[in-house]
Every structure is written in C-alpha cells, then in structure tokens.
C-alpha cells in the first residue's frame, strides 16, 4: 500500500510560480512512475507529466511543456512539479498518483494504482 499526500497549492499571479509536491509512504517509491494530474472545475481529468522509476524520464502534457517540469527526490519519497509562467487556465486541484513498474500508457490516470487527496492550485489574471 502506498499513501500520497500533496502540498505546496495556493494561490499565485498569472505569470507567476509555485512548487507542489508529493511525499510518499513505502520503501518501494523508486520502483514507482510518478504522475501529475489536475481537474478544473467542470472538466474531466487531465495528465500533466509524469517521471518514470529508474532513469526517470520525463513526459509532459503540450499544454505545460516549457513551463513544468517534474521531478523526483528518491531518498525523501517525494516528487515535485515546478510550475513557471502560470496561467489562469493551470487552475485546478493538482493530483499526484502513482504507478507500479509495467505497461507503458503513462498519460492515462486509469493505469495509476495510487492517488492523493489533491492540492488547490489556484492562478488569478
């Protein structure tokens, strides 16, 4: 079992930046690929990056590409989204989840096994 919790939302200028990030509990996060999510209000759910376990790759959604970039920090459990040059349009509740290693469909939250409890992320123009 694995438990996610995200922190690090609130509210930021257009423009502007803002980290959140993602702690784990379990011994075998590095074995998991990390995804971002979000969900506006009143829109479906939608892929935002994802860092694979081992070499950790990173793929990003087009919409935040050049603007978001995913990390992780193995040792601590935790994985982060840097989010640059913020728009209106990333407001949504950010979700971070995780995938345990096999299959290669990375951009689809229905292969995610574990999900956190979600973070505001809120960007006025």
């Known amino acids: 079992q694995v438990q996610l919790v995200e922190s690090g939302g609130g509210l930021v200028q257009a423009g502007g930046s803002l980290t959140v990030s993602c702690t784990a509990s379990?011994?075998?996060?590095?074995?998991?690929?990390m995804g971002w999510f979000r969900q506006a209000p009143g829109k479906e759910r939608e892929f935002v990056a994802v860092?694979?376990?081992?070499?950790?790759?990173?793929y990003y959604a087009d919409s935040v590409k050049g603007r978001f970039t995913i990390s992780r920090d193995n040792a601590k459990n935790t994985v982060y989204l840097q989010m640059n040059s913020l728009k209106p349009e990333d407001t949504a509740v950010y979700y971070c989840?995780?995938?345990?290693?096999?299959?290669?469909?990375?951009?689809?939250?229905?292969?995610?096994?574990?999900w956190g409890q979600g973070t505001q992320v809120t960007v006025s123009s």
């Open positions: 989840a995780a995938k345990r290693p096999g299959g290669l469909v990375y951009t689809a939250g229905t292969t995610y096994d574990y």
């Open positions: 379990g011994r075998t996060f590095s074995s998991y690929a």
């Open positions: 860092i694979t376990w081992g070499i950790g790759s990173t």
